[in-house]
């Protein structure tokens, strides 16, 4: 009898993208990992974007790492509060902060990374805009890295495809199909308004302004990227809730930049 899968069954990953790293002897998801690496290379660009500018790197450094931290808390709270009825409905109100399933979503991390970074700036002495636009290009580095993580762990996957620029990936159950690379996709997205950041910085824009750029494009990316997930977090049955967010926040920033950039 045949072991081999039949014709269009999905497949376990067996190879590729480990779930999993050992590090001291413990295993430790590839999510997490990329996510602190992550959280480091934001933290070290946004210091020395901070140096360029003039001020001083390690307070800014610092800023922006604890707004980063703070932020985990509130892309938790989003999460848990968007699939409210799966937790309602749990025995146990340790799931709440159950991670070990997944369980973020980056829109909420403005809940706490915003006032978090509104008092980091009155501690250090940097204008709260000024450190705004030091964090941008501190997250376009960062984000590059931590969606990387979404690659190794399965999640955040896109819909199965028979077209040309499909990738065979796993999800968070390791059945392998032949998907979108939405992963991919918003990692270049990444990678491109960083570049756009670099070959525009440094300008005479106003104070912010970088800040809401990155909001934009960002929103802006995950309008069009997010139909191509396979799962999506829907609401009410039918509204997509990430895609809508993204929307709010893409117009919010863009109306927000051209009242900064452009005074009456």
Known sequence: MSSRPEAGAPELAVSGFPRFFTIAGRRVNSYKVFLAVGICVGTLTTAAAADAAGLSP???????????????????VYHVLVHAPRYLGADSPRTL???????????????????????????????????????????????????????????????ETDGPFGVFLHDTVGVRKRRVPVQFLEMAWWVLGLVAFLALWPTESPAGSCALAVLAWYGAGRFFLEPLRESPAVVYGRVRINQLVALLIAMGAISALVLVAWPT
């Open 97 to 159: 902060w159950h991670t070990a399933s997944g369980g973020m979503g980056v829109f909420g991390a403005l809940l706490t990374f915003v006032p978090t970074s509104l008092a980091a700036a009155a501690v250090i002495g940097v204008p709260a805009a000024d450190l705004w636009d030091q964090m941008a290009v501190g997250v376009l580095a960062g984000g590059f890295w931590i969606r990387l993580g979404c690659v190794f762990n399965g999640c955040c996957g896109g819909r």
């Open 58 to 76: 390690l307070p800014v450094g610092l800023a922006a790492m604890g707004s980063a931290l703070a932020g985990l808390i509130g892309a938790r």
